[in-house]
């Protein structure tokens, strides 16, 4: 089992920033690939970006790129998601995930992610 717990949510105004920390314990953490994915009331779950596990390679969703960074530090058993220049429209509750078994990216199918956090909260004021 990898347990995932996601911090660093809250409010923030159009423009604004926000970092987004996901602390994983258990199983080894530099075996993953990491995952960001947001969701919305009514609304399926959407890729967001994703590290490989070396943490070398970075992907991300066309609606974030420019925006948002991923990194991760496998010493730590951590994964961040910087988040600027925020927009309305990036509201939504953020998870990250962890990705046994693809073996390339861009890892941004949702079913192949084995293990979630519960979620943060970003909400974007206009």
């Known amino acids: 089992q990898l347990q995932l717990a996601e911090s660093g949510g809250g409010l923030v105004q159009t423009g604004g920033s926000l970092r987004l920390s996901c602390a994983a314990s258990?199983?080894?953490?530099?075996?993953?690939?990491m995952g960001w994915f947001r969701q919305t009331p009514g609304k399926a779950r959407e890729w967001v970006t994703a590290?490989?596990?070396?943490?070398?390679?970075?992907y991300y969703a066309d609606f974030v790129k420019g925006r948002f960074t991923v990194s991760r530090d496998n010493a730590k058993k951590m994964v961040w998601l910087q988040m600027n220049n925020l927009k309305p429209e990036d509201t939504a509750t953020y998870y990250c995930?962890?990705?046994?078994?693809?073996?390339?990216?861009?890892?941004?199918?949702?079913?192949?992610?084995?293990?979630w956090g519960q979620g943060t909260q970003v909400t974007v004021s206009s």
């Open positions: 995930a962890a990705d046994g078994d693809s073996v390339a990216g861009p890892f941004n199918v949702e079913r192949e992610y084995e293990y």
């Open positions: 258990g199983r080894p953490f530099s075996s993953y690939s």
């Open positions: 590290i490989n596990y070396r943490g070398d390679d970075t």
